[in-house]
């Protein structure tokens, strides 16, 4: 698959994001009423709704939020998410935002325009913030007092970069996560409202999107919407299996006051190590090559073992909306049979053999045999010819595209 350093760079940022919003595409309304759920509302269609969250013009804000996810992963593929391996140690936001992929965290969050957000993550009596304040972005571990710092005086002078900055610090919060499933929502989407609700002591209404498709892993996402600003308070990501929630991020505590400028200060505590982020993309702190998502033991090893993803493998997307597949075609003529062993014909790292054994049950079609390594959002199929099928889809879905695009 045909990546460089700075989109994979920024698929780790965006973990959160893409989890809610993974397979939607556009918009058909549908014109359902909130009914008397929760909280007694005036009633509102989904185009309504829709309108009113586009309308919202808040832009300072502080409380708290609780993510939670539960992809189904197995213990290995949590870790690797988890990160690791990535310059700039425990203090590089990079790190941090790929853990909400799995578990329970809890944010305090605060922001005040584009160019002052915070984000704080707690875990108990340690705490990891993130900082952006004008052109400079802080990332700081208590636990291990490491401190990151981005400095673009570019950002500064003209503000080109502040809208990305802060998109990238937002993707954990609910308003983004909303935001992002609402552009990608379409043709293939039924809109509704549902039952009211009360978030962080806020009434609000419920937009809940549904695929039209059949086949897909999703069963519906919940968008919570406070019912006097427009200010998307909770996503919650629901399986087509039923169940918990596979994503569910919503505040807890939230208040729309400006915070004071001092929140968003930030000094270096003393004999805290220092890291200098990247000067520019693909870089790290070092000069050196940021590899992103290859970095890591098991993953590299495993597109190592197929030819190596990113090193003339070929992507073609089948399907649209919810029910999209992305087919992967190493180009290199292995598949499962030769995960074991790295490009020189050496056994891998034991990470590869472990991960390949925690892959799902073996399928066979039309396509020839392969496996399917299962979660509870995004299936993949890798076929022993080295072709791989991954997308928000069934296992039966997956196949039924392998048969067909053999």
Do not use: C
């Not at 990160?83 to 922001?111: C, F, M, W, Y």
């Not at 700081?140 to 802060?166: L, Q």
């Not at 937002?170 to 009211?196: M, N, R």
């Amino acid at each position: 698959m045909a990546t460089n350093a700075k989109t994979r760079k920024a698929a780790r940022y965006a973990v959160p994001v893409a989890v809610a919003g993974v397979a939607a595409a556009t918009v058909a309304m549908v014109p359902a009423f909130a009914n008397s759920g929760g909280p007694d509302l005036p009633k509102m269609t989904a185009q309504q709704l829709i309108e009113k969250v586009a309308a919202s013009d808040v832009q300072q804000l502080s409380g708290s939020a609780k993510i939670s996810t539960d992809l189904g992963l197995p213990k290995l593929a949590s870790g690797l998410l988890g990160g690791g391996g990535i310059a700039g140690g425990s203090a590089n936001p990079e790190d941090k935002i790929a853990q909400l992929a799995n578990g329970s965290h809890t944010v305090r969050v605060a922001a005040d325009g584009p160019d002052r957000q915070k984000l704080t993550f707690v875990d108990g009596k340690d705490e990891y913030s993130l900082v952006h304040n004008g052109a400079d972005v802080w990332g700081y571990d208590s636990k291990a007092n490491e401190v990151w710092h981005e400095k673009d005086p570019e950002a500064a002078a003209a503000g080109k970069d502040r809208k990305k900055t802060a998109e990238r610090l937002g993707g954990a919060s609910p308003q983004q996560l909303a935001q992002d499933v609402l552009k990608a929502a379409g043709p293939t989407t039924d809109v509704s409202v549902g039952e009211t609700a009360q978030v962080a002591g806020r009434d609000a209404y419920q937009l809940v999107l549904k695929p039209k498709q059949s086949g897909s892993t999703v069963g519906s996402v919940k968008i919570a919407v406070d019912a006097k600003n427009g200010v998307p308070l909770r996503v919650q990501l629901l399986a087509a299996e039923g169940g918990k929630p596979i994503v569910d991020a919503g505040f807890t505590k939230v208040d729309f006051a400006k915070p004071s400028a001092d929140t968003f200060a930030f000094t270096a505590p003393k004999g805290a190590k220092v890291t200098e982020g990247a000067a520019e993309a693909g870089k790290d702190g070092h000069g050196k090559e940021f590899k992103g998502l290859d970095s890591f033991p098991g993953l590299d090893a495993l597109t190592g073992g197929m030819g190596g993803a990113g090193k003339g493998g070929e992507t073609k997307v089948l399907g649209e909306g919810w029910a999209t597949i992305a087919r992967i075609d190493t180009g290199a003529g292995k598949g499962l049979q030769d995960l074991g062993k790295s490009a020189d014909n050496k056994d891998a790292p034991k990470e590869a053999k472990q991960f390949l054994d925690s892959l799902g049950g073996k399928v066979t079609g039309k396509f020839g045999e392969g496996r399917v390594f299962k979660t509870r959002l995004v299936n993949a199929l890798i076929t022993d010819d080295g072709k791989v099928y991954v997308g928000a889809v069934t296992k039966d879905a997956l196949v039924q595209a392998a048969d067909a695009n053999k």
